[in-house]
Each structure stands twice: as C-alpha cells, then as structure tokens.
C-alpha cells in the first residue's frame, strides 16, 4: 500500500499521560499536514510542513502539541499531559505541491488516522 | 473517522436516485474548492475539486456547481448507489495562503437505501 499509512490506529491513555502518533506519507509528497477530528465535525487544521519545515501553526496547537518531521519524510504527533478534551481522531494528509500547480489537482491525500480516547 | 457524523444533516435517498448535497461557503476570498467522502473508520477521500474560475465541474457520476455570488457549492451524485453511503465534507482554500490549508464544512450523511 503506497498511501498514507498512520500508527498507531487506535490509543487509550489515561489523563496526564504523554502519547504520541506517527505519519509516513506518500514517499514523492513534500507537504505533510495534521489535522484534527472529533465527533460530528469536519476535520480542523492543526499544522503543516513542507519538507523538514513546520510552516504553519493553527492557534487550536496548544503548547502540549508538538509536531516534527526531522527529514523530511515521516512525521510525528506528540500530545504531552493529554486532557480529555484531547479525545479526537489525528488524521495526517500529504500532497506533492499547492492547488492549481501544473503537476497536480492539489488534492491532499489523507490517512485512516488515530483515535486518541483519553479517560 | 469511526461514529462521524453522529449529529450531521442527513439525505436518504434510494439506491438509483441522484443526490443533491450543499455546501454554504464563509471566506469570499476562497478559491478552491473540494469535495471528500468519508466512510466510517476512514479518513477522507478526494472526489472532485473546482476553482473559482469554474462554475461546474463533472467527473465520473459527479457534478460540482459552485455559485460565487451567494458562496454556494454543491455536490450531485448521478445513479447513487449504496457504496455511495457516507459523509461527505466540502472544503475551501485560499491559494494566496501559499498552502493547501483547507476549511472542512460540517458534513453531511448520506444514506443510500438499497
């Protein structure tokens, strides 16, 4: 399978603990992005990268978010002291370069994401 | 993902039927404009994208009108089938953002009886 793959697919955590989650992109796809899931609600933005650079913060990334992709290739999702209001599904999505290129329809490939239940 | 949609708008229709969902759009300064299904468990899929220089758009079995005077956008599905089951999400972007930051809709359920 050459789409987007994320790990782990399910976790439980209780509050206060650290969790984190991680995303292989499509291999050619230089753009990565986090986005955010919970129940009943469109997926909201939480960040972005192009290559290695994180470009672009959502104010919804609190301080316990951190979010790298130190080579460019894969990325990873840390949640530190998680809240229940944590609980949500992390979806990561990637594309070759922007909407209206030559090369592409701007489409950004998504993957089956992480449940996180925080109890 | 899994139970989305617990509370959305939803659009019964039978198996042969063609659907109608709507998207109402907030930014006027958006200028692309996509579809995506979601299946429960699933992330979304890309079905069909348009710019605002564009006021349809047909793929296989599927049509987006995008109005810009009233920033409306919709999605018909010919011949729905019940593969078609899911909800569905429009979203917008403003490419002067440089980036594909894209702002989901609610969603709406679409529910295909066989």
Known sequence: DTGVSQDPRHKITKRGQNVTFRCDPISEHNRLYWYRQTLGQGPEFLTYFQNEAQLEKSRLLSDRFSAERPKGSFSTLEIQRTEQGDSAMYLCASSRGLAGGPTNTGELFFGEGSRLTVL | ?114
């Open chain 2, 1 to 114: 993902g899994e139970n989305v949609g617990l509370h959305l708008p939803t659009l019964s229709v039978q198996e042969g039927d063609n659907s109608i969902i709507n998207c109402a759009y907030s930014n006027s300064a958006s200028d692309y404009f996509i579809w995506y299904k979601q299946e429960s468990g699933k992330g979304p899929q890309f079905i069909i994208d348009i710019r605002s220089n564009m006021d349809k758009r047909q793929g296989q079995r599927v049509t987006v009108l995008l109005n810009k005077t009233v920033k409306h956008l919709s999605l018909q599905i010919a011949a729905t089938q019940p593969g078609d089951s899911a909800v569905y999400f429009c979203a917008e972007n403003n490419q002067n953002t440089g980036f594909q930051k894209l702002v989901f809709g609610t969603g709406t359920r679409l529910l295909v009886s066989p």
